[in-house]
């Protein structure tokens, strides 16, 4: 031992800083090497404005969204708190809060699984489509559809709820949820019976889609079984604009056809 | 002089240290991933956003009334009965827990489509702002899919027939714009299945029904 000691004392001080700094260099270069994905990156000047305004969008937009959370928070209390004496008050705040549950406005957690979608890290080979090697809105699609099918009951992509009124969309080479700007890894959350996993894994959909996508072009896609996924409330929306609950406001037949005519702007008629 | 070019050495390496440090550095920083984006896709992305804040704060404007009304009523000692069966009803229709009538359109679907093929076009009119549909006699709902080869489509367990139609409210013609637009997915589906037929018509008014499907969790509790 002392005799290592001696030897290392025995080095220059400015070699054991170059040492230091290269060993430094090495774990970057592998760092850099790494992080190169099938993804191109644009550096353009021009750019540059339109990120900030991205990114401060979508700052007010977690703030909006989190405003929301505590308004629905904050009136679900009020109407709690509500002559609880009154038999017809309490019948209706149970429904409300049935109802609140079964449209997604409410964090879920229970059993279920997480999936992670991510990039190929293949090489494209020459003549190859690059986007072929990314993960796609649909294939996010697929996965969501493919749980659902399984009988999930409550379905999350990156912590943005899954309702019946949820777009994904592919914006440039990512997804939009909720029209929400999501950046890969894409993690899908559901929450089910305990046999999600084995009915996903045994539904010849989600078969031909591991095929499709990962055996051919090496999509990775992971699942995790856990205890307790947690799925976030939905936070958009569910002012009806066009919709009115019931069907019966007008007489006359269901589907009437306002023919070929082009629609005039007035036909919306949203409520106020 | 030897130590003079390990100071040189040194002061080299540092340099491309550095230069590393701060390439990777900003690859991480970028881990929104916004960097994969043209200037294009970014405008696109702008408006969007822009777009859906606007909804949101309209959402927050209506939430702020109705807790306003509500702890106004509160204070006054009255029963907010009218609210909260104002509040129910909205929530049941748009969760498509009961019936929902109004304008919007109505596509026809003939020949050969493939579940994920109609998935495609509920999925473009949900971005077309629709508030509430249909593929034929039922009313699609969050777990509502559309599958199966062409010819032995299913939903929620009902079979559809060819042809089968496919409802939609909301504005007639944002939705009717979203989906006959050049390049858009009428064009697109068409394009690659000359024997599927699409026909689309704004109608004045739809009914749509109230979902068969029980949606609340039997897995899942409330996150408190």
Do not use: C
Request: charged letters at 20%; zero cysteines.
């Amino acid at each position: 031992m002392s005799d290592l000691a001696s030897r290392l004392r025995a080095i220059p001080s400015w070699q054991i800083t170059l040492g230091l700094a290269l060993l430094a260099l090495g774990f970057l270069i592998a760092a850099q090497l790494q992080s190169e994905t099938p993804r191109v990156r644009y550096t353009t000047q021009e750019r540059q404005p339109l990120v900030q305004t991205v990114l401060t969008l979508q700052a007010q937009q977690e703030q909006l969204k989190e405003r929301i959370l505590a308004l629905r928070d904050q009136i679900g209390n009020l109407e709690q708190q509500g002559q609880g004496s009154a038999v017809l008050v309490r019948d209706l705040n149970a429904r409300l809060d049935a109802a609140r549950l079964a449209a997604g406005l409410v964090a879920l957690q229970g059993p279920g699984l997480v999936l992670r979608l991510e990039d190929s890290q293949r090489p494209v080979p020459p003549g190859g489509a690059r986007s072929d090697y990314l993960v796609s809105a649909r294939d996010v699609r697929a996965v969501v559809e493919e749980l659902w099918l399984a009988g999930a009951e409550a379905v999350a992509v990156n912590a943005e709820r899954v309702t019946g009124s949820t777009a994904i969309l592919d914006i440039g080479n990512s997804v939009l949820v909720n029209s929400a700007y999501l950046a890969p890894p894409y993690d899908v959350a559901a929450i089910g019976p305990p046999d999600l996993y084995d009915r996903l894994s045994h539904s010849q959909g989600f078969i031909d889609f591991v095929r499709a996508r990962a055996e051919a072009f090496g999509i990775s896609i992971r699942f995790a079984e856990l205890p307790d996924v947690v799925v976030p409330a939905y936070a958009g929306t569910v002012n009806l604009r066009y919709a009115r609950p019931g069907a019966s406001a007008s007489p006359g037949p269901s589907t009437a056809p306002s023919g070929t005519a082009p629609v005039s702007p007035g036909t919306g008629s949203p409520r106020p | 002089m030897r130590q003079a070019r390990a100071q040189l050495t040194i002061a080299a390496v540092a340099l491309l240290l550095g230069l590393l440090v701060v390439v990777q550095l900003r690859a991480q920083s970028a881990g929104t991933g916004l960097d994969t984006l043209s200037a294009q896709e970014l405008t696109v992305l702008v408006a969007n956003l822009n777009a859906r804040n606007d909804v949101l704060r309209t959402e927050i404007a209506s939430l702020e009334r109705e807790a306003t009304d509500l702890a106004l009523s509160r204070a006054r000692g009255e029963t907010s009965l009218g609210q909260l069966q104002q509040d129910l009803a909205r929530v049941r229709a748009w969760a498509g827990l009961d019936p929902v009538s109004g304008p919007g359109i109505r596509l026809t679907v003939s020949g050969p489509i493939a579940g994920p093929g109609v998935e495609e076009i509920l999925n473009e009119l949900r971005n077309a702002g629709a508030e509430a549909l249909a593929v034929g006699p039922v009313r699609v709902v969050t777990g509502s899919v559309v599958a199966g080869p062409p010819g032995g489509l299913v939903i929620d367990g009902t079979a559809l027939p060819d042809p089968f139609e496919v409802s939609a409210i909301g504005n007639p013609e944002v939705l009717t714009g979203a989906l006959t637009r050049t390049g858009g997915l009428i064009a697109q589906l068409a394009a690659t299945n000359p024997d599927l037929s699409l026909t689309l018509i704004p109608v004045d008014r739809l009914e749509l029904p109230a979902t068969g499907r029980d949606l609340a969790p039997a897995h899942g509790r409330p996150r408190l």
